[in-house]
C-alpha cells in the first residue's frame, strides 16, 4: 500500500525556491533530500514532501523538456487551510516573498474561501478553506 505522496518540481533557483517556500511556511527537512540541485521541503502537519529540482537535473530524471508555465498550466496543487484569516495570510506572505496572486482571497461558495498564487517559477497553488472540513 502506498504510504505517502510526494510532489517534484522544477525550479529555476534552487536558493531563492527555498527562501520562497520557506518564507510562505514550508519547512526544510532536516534528515533527507537535500543537495546541490535538490531540496526536501515539509509542508503540513503530516508533512507532506515537496521536493525542488534544478532544472536541468529534473529533465535528467524525467527525459523530458519543461513547459513554458507563464502560457501553460499543468497542475494546481491545493493547501488546505483552517480558517479564511489562514487564506488571507497565506496570500501576503506569498506577496511578500516574491510570488503572484493570480485570484485573491474570495468566496467560492460551497463553503469554500480560497486564493490562488504562482511560485518564482510559476507552479501554480492553491490554499482553500472548506467550512466544516478543518
Known amino acids: 500500500m502506498t ?3 510526494w510532489l517534484n518540481l522544477p525550479v529555476q533557483d534552487l536558493q531563492a525556491s527555498k527562501d520562497f517556500f520557506t518564507s510562505i511556511g514550508f519547512r526544510i527537512n532536516p534528515i533527507m533530500g537535500n543537495t546541490p540541485v535538490s531540496a526536501c521541503l515539509l509542508v503540513g502537519l503530516k508533512d507532506s514532501v515537496v521536493m525542488l529540482f534544478q ?3 529534473f529533465k535528467t530524471l524525467t527525459g523530458a523538456e519543461l513547459p513554458d508555465l507563464s502560457t501553460t498550466a499543468q497542475i494546481l496543487i491545493s493547501i488546505d487551510a483552517t480558517s479564511k484569516e489562514e487564506v488571507d ?3 501576503s506572505k506569498v506577496t ?3 510570488g503572484v496572486v493570480f485570484s485573491a482571497p474570495k468566496d467560492h461558495g460551497n463553503n469554500m474561501y480560497g486564493c490562488g498564487f ?4 510559476g507552479h501554480k497553488w492553491n490554499v482553500l478553506y472548506m467550512e466544516g472540513m478543518a
Open 55 to 57: 532544472q536541468d537535473m
Open 118 to 121: 504562482n511560485d518564482l517559477d
Open 3 to 5: 504510504n505517502n505522496l
Open 96 to 98: 511578500l516573498a516574491g
Open 89 to 91: 495570510a497565506y496570500a
